[in-house]
């Protein structure tokens, strides 16, 4: 029996196994490929999306329990055009190593600076904790999110 979801607000269905992770169907079946399957075991928060509006790890949610679910990617949170406000921080302040686990990065902070737009480091610092980077040190990640303290524009 397909299952119905809003994918990155279009419609669409899914038709293989109920018991699939979303972080598959995600990169096999729909070609998204900005969740990166990097633990798939929910600790490293590269697979983060959000679901119904709260950020879920893909790789640990099957998609037969998405029925009428609204979900969300890094693909659905900006454009090549237009970035959102953390990915163009994070542009801006070059904290992107290898990649990885930024698509999660930038959907947890953009999460955590809706509920909080004005955070200090150390909250910051505590948005963070689900998500793992191997590569770099994280003070240019929070430099990049502190650059936004003064941001105008609330974020959507």
């Known amino acids: 029996m397909p299952v119905s979801f809003t994918l990155n607000d279009r419609q669409r269905s899914y038709s293989g196994d109920p018991r699939t992770s979303l972080l598959v169907a995600l990169r096999d079946e729909f070609r998204l490929t900005g969740a990166k399957d990097v633990c798939g075991e929910g600790f490293c928060g590269a697979c983060i999306v959000y679901v119904d509006g709260a950020p879920?790890?893909?790789?640990?949610?099957p998609v037969g329990a998405l029925e009428g679910a609204e979900i969300t990617t890094i693909e659905g949170i900006g454009s090549v055009e237009t970035l959102n406000p953390?990915?163009?921080?994070?542009?801006?302040?070059?904290?992107?190593?290898?990649?990885?686990?930024?698509?999660?990065?930038?959907?947890?902070?953009?999460?955590?600076?809706?509920?909080?737009?004005?955070?200090?480091?150390?909250?910051v610092k505590s948005a963070l904790v689900g998500n793992?980077?191997?590569?770099?040190?994280?003070?240019?990640?929070?430099?990049?999110?502190?650059?936004?303290?003064?941001?105008v524009e609330p974020l959507e």
């Open 56 to 61: 879920k790890v893909s790789c640990l949610q």
């Open 86 to 123: 953390v990915q163009q921080a994070f542009v801006d302040f070059d904290v992107v190593q290898c990649g990885m686990c930024f698509p999660g990065m930038v959907m947890t902070l953009t999460h955590f600076l809706r509920g909080n737009p004005h955070p200090s480091r150390d909250q």
């Open 132 to 151: 793992i980077c191997r590569c770099t040190g994280y003070e240019r990640i929070i430099d990049a999110v502190m650059s936004l303290h003064n941001s």
